[in-house]
T-cell receptor
Framework: AQSVTQLGSHVSVSEGALVLLRCNYS??????LFWYVQYPNQGLQLLLK??????LVKGINGFEAEFKKSETSFHLTKPSAHMSDAAEYFC?????????????FGKGTTLSVSS | DVKVTQSSRYLVKRTGEKVFLECVQD?????MFWYRQDPGLGLRLIYF???????EKGDIPEGYSVSREKKERFSLILESASTNQTSMYLC??????????FGQGTRLTVV
């Protein structure tokens, strides 16, 4: 069954530094992959998604992710962190069932940004 | 914009009570989902539904049931609430094999 593993439950960066949040997937079929962000006391918001086509995917707020089949990875990056990026980030993969599909999430990575 | 609305933001219930969490979406999505979110565990899928009256167990269905009588509405039922069901519950909806849209969540406390 499809699954994702997020490496690092907490990442701390300085404002202006590179952000790198790691996600590896397990899937026996070509995966559909997603990154979501959750700000405090809010629901989840889609950052970006990969389904087919270009392996470098650009999302909102300057984030991007690259699908690397050879490494089974879908890491999220942003060149320059901003204080407003502090949030929890979740990687997810679509898992197919007998009759339906569902998003399966990793355990999340909390991003802290210091000035 | 897609809107997924959960009936309560905060809920406090007693152990043993039957609890209903309601979710409504306004975009005619086939799929609807219930997750629970706990610190360090991420989002775990409880149940999902791919059509009216159809449901499929997720990874942690024990102690829960669901109901989908209309396409826009998906209910999560805690048959007999227990303290270990204290959590944040998130509802979501999607078209088939696409991203899910989430509600604001219901923080349930069982005392």
């Amino acid at each position: 069954a499809q699954s994702v593993t997020q490496l690092g439950s907490h990442v701390s960066v300085s404002e202006g530094a590179l952000v790198l949040l790691r996600c590896n997937y397990s899937s026996s079929v070509p995966p559909y992959l997603f990154w979501y962000v959750q700000y405090p006391n809010q629901g989840l918001q889609l950052l970006l998604k990969y389904t087919t086509g270009a392996t470098l995917v650009k999302g909102i707020n300057g984030f991007e992710a690259e699908f690397k089949k050879s490494e089974t990875s879908f890491h999220l990056t942003k060149p320059s962190a901003h204080m407003s990026d502090a949030a929890e980030y979740f990687c997810a993969v679509i898992r197919g069932g007998q009759a339906g599909t569902a998003l399966i999430f990793g355990k999340g990575t909390t991003l802290s940004v210091s000035s | 914009d897609v809107k997924v609305t959960q009936s309560s933001r905060y809920l406090v219930k007693r152990t043993g009570e039957k609890v209903f969490l309601e979710c409504v979406q306004d975009m005619d999505h086939e799929n609807m989902f219930w997750y629970r979110q706990d610190p360090g565990l991420g989002l775990r899928l409880i149940y999902f539904s791919y059509d009216v009256k159809m449901k499929e167990k997720g990874d942690i269905p024990e102690g829960y049931s669901v109901s989908r009588e209309k396409k826009e509405r998906f209910s999560l039922i805690l048959e007999s609430a227990s303290t270990n069901q204290t959590s944040m519950y998130l509802c979501a909806s999607s078209l088939r094999s696409t991203e899910a849209f989430f509600g604001q969540g219901t923080r349930l406390t069982v005392v």
